[in-house]
C-alpha cells in the first residue's frame, strides 16, 4: 500500500516492520520540541493564572453560563488547545461546580482533544513518531465520527451519572 506516494513513510513502514517495539527507545526519539511544547503551555498556564486571566476566564464561563454549556465548550476548545493544558487550566480556575460536572468537565476535555490531532497529547506524539504515515490532514477524515462520540458520551453522561449533578 503506498502512503499518498511518500517514500520516506514506506521507508519507515519498512523500517518498524524489522524492528522489534521497544518503548525506551521510542521516549528516547522523542523531538525535544514536542517535549519543551507541552513544558511550555504548562509555564503559559500557570502564567495566565498569575497574571489574574484565568480568573477572569471562569467567571465568564462559571459565573455568566450554565455549567452545563461551559463544559461543553470546553471540550470543544480543547480539540484546538492541547486537553491536558485545557483540564489544567479548569483546574487552576477551580470553579464551584458540582461533582457531576467536574466529571462531565473532563470527559468533554479528554474526547473533545481527539477531535483533532492538535488537540490531545496522543496526537501530538503521534505525528513526531510516524511521520508522514499519520498527519494532520489524515486525521481529519475522523473528526465527524469522533464529534458524533463527543456528543454520545455526553449523553450517556448525563443517562448514567445524573444524580451528580
Do not use: C
Request: proline fraction near 3%; avoid cysteine.
Amino acid at each position: 500500500m503506498k502512503y499518498m506516494n511518500n517514500p520516506q513513510a514506506e521507508k519507515n513502514i519498512q523500517v518498524a516492520k524489522e524492528l522489534p517495539f521497544d518503548i525506551f527507545q521510542k521516549i528516547a526519539n522523542l523531538e525535544w520540541d514536542t517535549l519543551l511544547f507541552f513544558y511550555g503551555v504548562m509555564v503559559g498556564v500557570g502564567g495566565l493564572s498569575f497574571i489574574g486571566y484565568l480568573g477572569v476566564a471562569s467567571h465568564q464561563l462559571y459565573g455568566s453560563i450554565n455549567p452545563t454549556v461551559a463544559n461543553i465548550l470546553v471540550g470543544i476548545a480543547s480539540a484546538f488547545i492541547d486537553n491536558g493544558t485545557i483540564m489544567l487550566s479548569v483546574l487552576t480556575m477551580a470553579p464551584d461546580i458540582s461533582q457531576g460536572q467536574w466529571l462531565l468537565v473532563t470527559l468533554t476535555a479528554g474526547v473533545g482533544g481527539s477531535m483533532l490531532a492538535i488537540g490531545s497529547a496522543a496526537g501530538v506524539g503521534l505525528m513526531g513518531q510516524a511521520k508522514g504515515i499519520y498527519t494532520f490532514v489524515s486525521h481529519l477524515k475522523w473528526t465527524p465520527a469522533i464529534a458524533l462520540g463527543y456528543a454520545g458520551s455526553i449523553a450517556a453522561h448525563f443517562l448514567i451519572n445524573g444524580r451528580y449533578f
